[in-house]
Protein backbone atom coordinates (compact mmCIF):
# COMPACT_ATOMS: atom_id res chain seq x y z
CA UNK A 1 0.00 0.00 0.00
CA UNK A 2 1.41 3.26 -1.08
CA UNK A 3 1.22 6.47 1.07
CA UNK A 4 -1.25 8.41 -0.75
CA UNK A 5 -3.54 4.72 0.14
CA UNK A 6 -2.13 4.87 4.00
CA UNK A 7 -3.23 8.20 4.57
CA UNK A 8 -6.46 7.91 2.82
CA UNK A 9 -7.22 4.97 5.36
CA UNK A 10 -5.98 6.63 8.53
CA UNK A 11 -8.90 9.80 7.43
CA UNK A 12 -11.31 7.26 6.96
CA UNK A 13 -10.50 6.21 10.07
CA UNK A 14 -10.68 8.83 12.30
CA UNK A 15 -14.15 9.68 10.68
CA UNK A 16 -15.24 6.22 11.59
CA UNK A 17 -14.07 6.61 15.13
CA UNK A 18 -15.02 10.25 15.49
CA UNK A 19 -18.74 9.86 13.69
CA UNK A 20 -19.77 6.57 14.99
CA UNK A 21 -21.69 5.46 18.04
CA UNK A 22 -19.67 2.96 18.93
CA UNK A 23 -17.20 0.69 17.01
CA UNK A 24 -16.76 -2.97 18.08
CA UNK A 25 -13.15 -4.63 17.46
CA UNK A 26 -13.52 -8.07 16.51
CA UNK A 27 -11.34 -11.25 15.88
CA UNK A 28 -12.52 -13.11 12.99
CA UNK A 29 -9.38 -15.50 11.99
CA UNK A 30 -10.90 -18.48 10.67
CA UNK A 31 -14.06 -17.08 9.20
CA UNK A 32 -15.03 -18.20 5.70
CA UNK A 33 -15.64 -15.50 2.62
CA UNK A 34 -19.91 -16.91 3.08
CA UNK A 35 -19.96 -16.23 6.93
CA UNK A 36 -18.24 -12.67 6.71
CA UNK A 37 -20.59 -11.76 3.62
CA UNK A 38 -23.63 -13.12 6.18
CA UNK A 39 -22.36 -10.95 8.75
CA UNK A 40 -22.02 -8.06 6.74
CA UNK A 41 -25.52 -8.53 4.99
CA UNK A 42 -27.16 -8.18 8.63
CA UNK A 43 -25.22 -5.27 9.15
CA UNK A 44 -25.52 -3.35 6.21
CA UNK A 45 -29.91 -4.56 7.31
CA UNK A 46 -29.14 -2.35 10.19
CA UNK A 47 -27.22 0.66 9.04
CA UNK A 48 -23.89 -0.91 10.43
CA UNK A 49 -20.44 -1.77 8.43
CA UNK A 50 -17.84 -4.53 8.85
CA UNK A 51 -14.63 -3.25 7.34
CA UNK A 52 -10.70 -4.92 8.01
CA UNK A 53 -8.47 -1.81 8.38
CA UNK A 54 -4.42 -2.78 9.24
CA UNK A 55 -4.00 -2.50 12.57
CA UNK A 56 -0.64 0.24 12.95
CA UNK A 57 -3.36 2.09 10.68
CA UNK A 58 -6.44 2.02 13.01
CA UNK A 59 -3.80 3.03 15.70
CA UNK A 60 -2.19 5.70 13.87
CA UNK A 61 -5.57 7.40 13.61
CA UNK A 62 -6.52 6.95 17.22
CA UNK A 63 -3.58 8.98 17.73
CA UNK A 64 -3.57 7.74 21.35
CA UNK A 65 -6.61 9.20 22.00
CA UNK A 66 -7.47 5.52 23.24
CA UNK A 67 -4.50 5.08 25.59
CA UNK A 68 -2.70 1.51 25.43
CA UNK A 69 -5.65 -0.15 26.22
CA UNK A 70 -7.29 1.31 22.98
CA UNK A 71 -4.24 0.33 21.00
CA UNK A 72 -4.10 -3.36 22.95
CA UNK A 73 -7.46 -4.46 21.03
CA UNK A 74 -5.54 -4.69 17.43
CA UNK A 75 -3.54 -7.69 17.72
CA UNK A 76 -4.09 -10.11 15.00
CA UNK A 77 -6.72 -10.15 12.00
CA UNK A 78 -9.12 -7.70 13.31
CA UNK A 79 -12.32 -6.42 11.88
CA UNK A 80 -14.08 -3.12 12.49
CA UNK A 81 -18.12 -3.13 13.28
CA UNK A 82 -19.81 0.46 13.25
CA UNK A 83 -22.66 2.14 12.83
CA UNK A 84 -24.22 5.33 13.94
CA UNK A 85 -26.37 4.08 16.75
CA UNK A 86 -24.00 2.82 19.43
CA UNK A 87 -25.95 -0.20 20.68
CA UNK A 88 -26.72 -2.13 16.84
CA UNK A 89 -22.99 -2.82 15.89
CA UNK A 90 -22.72 -4.46 19.57
CA UNK A 91 -26.25 -6.05 19.33
CA UNK A 92 -25.76 -7.86 15.96
CA UNK A 93 -22.21 -8.70 16.31
CA UNK A 94 -22.75 -10.33 19.88
CA UNK A 95 -25.18 -12.66 18.12
CA UNK A 96 -23.59 -13.24 15.21
CA UNK A 97 -20.64 -14.45 17.92
CA UNK A 98 -22.95 -16.38 20.15
CA UNK A 99 -23.79 -18.54 16.60
CA UNK A 100 -20.50 -18.76 15.13
CA UNK A 101 -17.76 -19.39 17.25
CA UNK A 102 -15.05 -18.22 14.65
CA UNK A 103 -15.72 -14.49 15.40
CA UNK A 104 -14.42 -13.38 19.25
CA UNK A 105 -15.81 -9.87 20.41
CA UNK A 106 -12.47 -8.96 21.65
CA UNK A 107 -13.50 -4.69 22.84
CA UNK A 108 -15.05 -1.69 21.43
CA UNK A 109 -14.42 1.67 21.25
CA UNK A 110 -17.25 4.79 22.35
CA UNK A 111 -15.57 8.00 21.89
CA UNK A 112 -12.45 7.84 24.19
CA UNK A 113 -13.47 5.07 26.16
CA UNK A 114 -12.57 1.56 25.70
CA UNK A 115 -14.37 -1.31 26.20
CA UNK A 116 -13.51 -4.91 26.72
CA UNK A 117 -15.95 -7.59 26.09
CA UNK A 118 -18.21 -7.82 29.43
CA UNK A 119 -18.99 -4.29 28.09
CA UNK A 120 -19.40 -4.40 24.85
CA UNK A 121 -21.51 -7.23 25.58
CA UNK A 122 -23.53 -5.35 28.09
CA UNK A 123 -24.16 -2.57 25.41
CA UNK A 124 -25.57 -5.13 23.06
CA UNK A 125 -28.39 -5.97 26.08
CA UNK A 126 -29.71 -2.19 25.89
CA UNK A 127 -32.32 -1.42 23.71
CA UNK A 128 -31.06 0.21 20.36
CA UNK A 129 -32.57 3.98 19.79
CA UNK A 130 -35.50 3.22 17.50
CA UNK A 131 -36.95 0.97 20.39
CA UNK A 132 -36.34 3.51 22.75
CA UNK A 133 -37.93 6.22 20.68
CA UNK A 134 -41.29 4.37 20.44
CA UNK A 135 -41.15 3.85 24.30
CA UNK A 136 -40.66 7.18 24.69
CA UNK A 137 -43.77 7.75 22.61
CA UNK A 138 -45.82 5.40 24.06
CA UNK A 139 -45.22 6.90 27.68
CA UNK A 140 -45.98 10.45 26.13
CA UNK A 141 -49.30 8.81 24.70
CA UNK A 142 -50.29 7.30 27.43
CA UNK A 143 -51.25 10.17 29.72
CA UNK A 144 -53.42 12.16 26.70
CA UNK A 145 -55.29 8.83 26.32
CA UNK A 146 -56.11 8.65 29.94
CA UNK A 147 -57.15 11.86 29.83
CA UNK A 148 -59.17 11.60 27.08
CA UNK A 149 -61.15 8.63 29.05
CA UNK A 150 -61.36 10.73 32.35
CA UNK A 151 -62.77 13.10 30.38
CA UNK A 152 -65.11 11.07 28.22
CA UNK A 153 -66.52 8.48 31.37
CA UNK A 154 -68.99 11.45 32.87
CA UNK A 155 -70.50 12.91 28.97
CA UNK A 156 -71.11 8.57 29.04
CA UNK A 157 -72.36 8.52 32.38
CA UNK A 158 -75.17 10.84 31.83
CA UNK A 159 -76.15 9.32 28.48
CA UNK A 160 -76.70 5.99 30.73
CA UNK A 161 -78.75 7.57 33.34
CA UNK A 162 -80.70 9.28 30.31
CA UNK A 163 -81.26 6.13 28.33
CA UNK A 164 -82.10 4.01 32.32
CA UNK A 165 -84.59 6.85 32.62
CA UNK A 166 -86.24 6.62 29.16
CA UNK A 167 -86.97 2.97 29.37
CA UNK A 168 -88.47 2.82 33.15
CA UNK A 169 -90.73 5.26 31.02
CA UNK A 170 -91.62 3.14 28.52
Known amino acids: ?26 QYSGMTFVEMSELRNRLRKEGA ?20 KGDALFKGPV ?34 DVLNEAGVKALATLPSLDELRGKLIGLLQAPATKIAGVLQAPAGAVARVIAAHAEKAA
Open 1 to 26: MDRAKKAESIEELKSVFAESGSVVVT
Open 49 to 68: VLKVFKNRLAQKALNGSAGE
Open 79 to 112: ALVYSADPVTAAKISSQYAKENDKLKIIGGIMGT
